[in-house]
């Protein structure tokens, strides 16, 4: 087989491309940075849709919670318990109770601290913590702070009591006190309710300064 029949079997060399068709750095740099471009471009939507369902869901449920009424219930109850834990030893339903009879509820529950806080005073003074006398008027002074610090601590424990007492006598007290208004001709209720407070403090100041003078 000669030469020329060699050449003619070879296949022919593929054309080849112009230098401007061949994929260049820059091309592919190009190509990354706009499938980078598109790929944040969707993160984007994404994210902004999942943001916008949230505050649509979050709108909604101030009316839902509206439109419940055991959001409410919860929400009084909770009140009530931390109106509990502030006040373990006063009943909400007997100071509703007491302040019904007004002036009259506020008188009662008056004359029973004046009571209590006499009589303990001087059981405290007495017996609990008694002392010898002559100690001096600024030991008096000192005395007589840390034993009302006892008595205001025994008040806390006893206020139950004392108010279930108050609406008690509420309406003994009132009758009292209407007679006390007219008896000595006050112009109101309220004048008169004034002067019983006022005696009831004096009582129990001069009781509390005698007590510690005669100490000193």
């Known amino acids: 087989m000669s030469v020329v029949g060699v050449h003619r079997l070879a296949p022919p060399p593929p054309p080849l491309l112009p230098l401007s068709l061949l994929p260049t750095p820059h091309a592919s740099i190009?190509?990354?940075s706009l499938s980078v471009a598109a790929a944040n471009q969707s993160l984007v939507h994404r994210s902004h849709r999942l943001v916008t369902s949230f505050c649509q869901s979050a709108s909604h449920k101030p009316d839902d919670a509206?439109?419940?009424p055991s959001v409410h219930q919860g929400e009084t109850t909770?009140?009530?318990?931390?109106?509990?834990?502030k006040n373990p030893f006063v009943s909400q339903e007997l100071l509703k109770?007491?302040?019904?009879?007004?002036?009259?509820?506020?008188?009662?529950y008056g004359l029973l601290n004046t009571v209590y806080y006499s009589t303990a005073f001087l059981l405290v003074w007495f017996y609990v913590a008694p002392a010898p006398g002559k100690m001096g008027y600024l030991a008096a002074a000192?005395?007589?702070v840390k034993v009302m610090a006892m008595v205001w601590a025994g008040s806390q424990v006893t206020k139950l009591v004392r108010i279930g007492g108050a609406v008690a006598l509420a309406p003994i007290v009132d009758r009292g006190l209407s007679w006390f208004t007219v008896k000595y001709k006050f112009e109101s209720q309220g004048k008169a309710?004034?002067?019983?407070?006022?005696?009831c403090?004096?009582?129990?100041?001069i009781l509390f300064?005698?007590?510690?003078?005669?100490?000193?």
Not at 78 to 85: C, F, G
Not at 97 to 108: A, D, M
Not at 201 to 205: F, I, P, Q, V, W
Not at 209 to 216: E, K, M, N, Q, S
């Open 30 to 32: 190009g190509f990354f």
């Open 66 to 68: 509206e439109a419940d």
């Open 78 to 85: 909770l009140d009530n318990n931390a109106t509990r834990r």
């Open 97 to 108: 109770k007491l302040k019904r009879y007004g002036l009259s509820g506020v008188l009662s």
């Open 142 to 144: 000192e005395r007589f």
């Open 193 to 199: 309710f004034g002067a019983m407070v006022g005696i």
């Open 201 to 205: 403090l004096g009582l129990a100041l």
């Open 209 to 216: 300064l005698v007590v510690t003078l005669l100490w000193a």
